[in-house]
T-cell receptor, first 113, second 117 residues
Framework: DGGITQSPKYLFRKEGQNVTLSCEQN?????MYWYRQDPGQGLRLIYY???????QKGDIAEGYSVSREKKESFPLTVTSAQKNPTAFYLC????????????FGSGTRLTVV | AQKVTQAQTEISVVEKEDVTLDCVYE???????LFWYKQPPSGELVFLIR??????QNEISGRYSWNFQKSTSSFNFTITASQVVDSAVYFC??????????????FGKGTKLSVKP
């Protein structure tokens, strides 16, 4: 079945380390998104990509980086510059502009220890 | 800029009660999409409904119904005869930049619904 796979489900990071969250989709969707969720908060956009080899900053991009080398993959790196990285991260995709049938992954819960 | 306000942070009801979750949105666009998502404790987002700005008809799906009123910029969600399985966080969201180049979802902060047996 088509969908989005996020891994790992749980991730622990030591302060000062970079970590990479994986997001893979087999839906042939053009656009992919990364959202961050904090307790009691809605989802906030970190980065998005509408085509391969192109991506744009969202509302809270500082301390994060992404790449889009393949259509099906949109990994998110949480760098040491992100001061408060403990959160729940959700990846999403849509077929393309004008088709807003979002598909979400099951999320990665990142904790700084 | 787009904005979604869900004024109810938490709601607690007893099973079989009806409950309405409020959503008020702000946008300058004439074309936009509104969404409701359910987030159970497991964390994934479950799509419930999408409505475009030109369709103000109310929607009913089983125990769920939605009331879209452009005059008050509201898109409220009602669960009839609530069940324990309805316990979750519910998010209202709007698409930013329809017809433009983004298609980014703007979320409200969510309403946590607890249905007690």
């Amino acid at each position: 079945d088509g969908g989005i796979t996020q891994s790992p489900k749980y991730l622990f990071r030591k302060e000062g380390q970079n970590v990479t969250l994986s997001c893979e989709q087999n839906l042939n969707h053009d656009a992919m998104y990364w959202y961050r969720q904090d307790p009691g908060q809605g989802l906030r956009l970190i980065y998005y990509s509408q085509i391969v080899n192109d991506f744009q900053k969202g509302d809270i991009a500082e301390g994060y980086s992404v790449s889009r080398e393949k259509k099906e993959s949109f990994p998110l790196t949480v760098t040491s510059a992100q001061k408060n990285p403990t959160a729940f991260y959700l990846c999403a995709s849509i077929p393309g502009q004008g088709d807003y049938g979002y598909t979400f992954g099951s999320g990665t819960r990142l904790t700084v220890v | 800029a787009q904005k979604v306000t869900q004024a109810q942070t938490e709601i607690s009801v007893v099973e079989k009660e009806d409950v309405t979750l409020d959503c008020v949105y702000e946008t300058r666009d004439t074309t936009y999409y509104l969404f409701w998502y359910k987030q159970p404790p497991s964390g994934e987002l479950v799509f419930l409904i999408r409505r475009n700005s030109f369709d103000e008809q109310n929607e009913i799906s089983g125990r769920y119904s939605w009331n879209f009123q452009k005059s008050t910029s509201s898109f409220n969600f009602t669960i009839t005869a609530s069940q324990v399985v309805d316990s979750a966080v519910y998010f209202c969201a709007i698409i930013a930049g329809v017809g433009g180049s983004q298609g980014n979802l703007i979320f409200g902060k969510g309403t946590k619904l607890s249905v007690k047996p």
